[in-house]
């Protein structure tokens, strides 16, 4: 069982606030939000928790990409997989012949592989730790024919909320065009989750001769929380 695995030191589940650095406690008041089954033993190291989409989100996202990918692909890569949100999500749609998901952090990898047995889906997930852009030339370069590529990579800390418009070639430790850039070479069909105040001039700058090429927003509440660009041929637009 879940419950029976044994955390690292960096990786907690807390149940009280008292128990909660000052930093994190507003993300752990919205923990159900994050994951709706955090009652049942849900781990995260505490910078994971920065970077979690909610799952309403991410649940939103997981469908869009399940029905509107393009035909023949089968194999999902969640390239930034954190402590599993989306990659739960995908999982869960059933669209995907495997899901596979990368991560850097050895401990927040820990915490993927054993969010993914609460929500039952860790059968489904193939978990590579290390760097996204070597495992994709490496251990995956044979699925890139059949795959779908989701990023939702760091954005350089909380200061992107500030920004009216948030400028993607300086976004860190990866710029739009690096990401773009690496990933095209191993699949044309990304979806890439930014700010939702991301400079659009700049994401169109690589949708050229992509007439499929879209933004979505997506909600919570009400409130824009971040925004997908589709690029290659997704079904977006119907």
């Known amino acids: 069982m879940a419950d029976e695995e044994k955390a690292p030191p960096e990786v907690h589940h807390y149940s009280d606030l008292q128990e909660v650095p000052w930093d994190i406690q507003n993300y752990w008041s919205q923990r159900y939000r994050i994951f709706s089954k955090y009652d049942e033993g849900v781990w995260l190291t505490d910078d994971a928790w920065f970077g979690v989409t909610p799952e309403p989100v991410a649940n939103q996202i997981a469908a869009h990409i399940a029905e509107r990918a393009p035909a023949g692909r089968s194999i999902l890569i969640d390239a930034f997989a954190g402590a599993g949100g989306n990659t739960i999500a ?141 690029y290659g041929g997704f079904n977006v637009q119907s």
Not at 107 to 124: E, F, M, P, S, T
Not at 135 to 141: H, P, Y
Not at 188 to 195: D, G, I, R, T, W
């Open 90 to 230: 995908f999982a869960k749609t059933g669209k995907w012949k495997r899901v596979y998901a990368i991560e850097k952090n050895p401990a927040v990898l820990q915490c993927a592989r054993h969010n993914a047995k609460i929500y039952g889906v860790d059968k489904q997930i193939t978990f590579f730790e290390g760097d996204c852009f070597q495992v994709l030339k490496n251990q995956l370069k044979d699925l890139a024919p059949y795959s779908v590529i989701f990023a939702s990579p760091p954005w350089g800390g909380p200061g992107y909320r500030s920004d009216e418009v948030f400028n993607l070639k300086t976004m860190e430790p990866y710029s739009l065009e690096t990401l773009y850039k690496e990933y095209s070479a191993f699949s044309e069909h990304m979806a890439l989750y930014l700010p939702r105040t991301s400079d659009v001039k700049q994401l169109a700058k690589f949708a050229r001769g992509d007439s499929k090429a879209a933004v979505i927003h997506y909600c919570m509440e009400g409130h824009s929380k971040a925004l997908c660009i589709y």
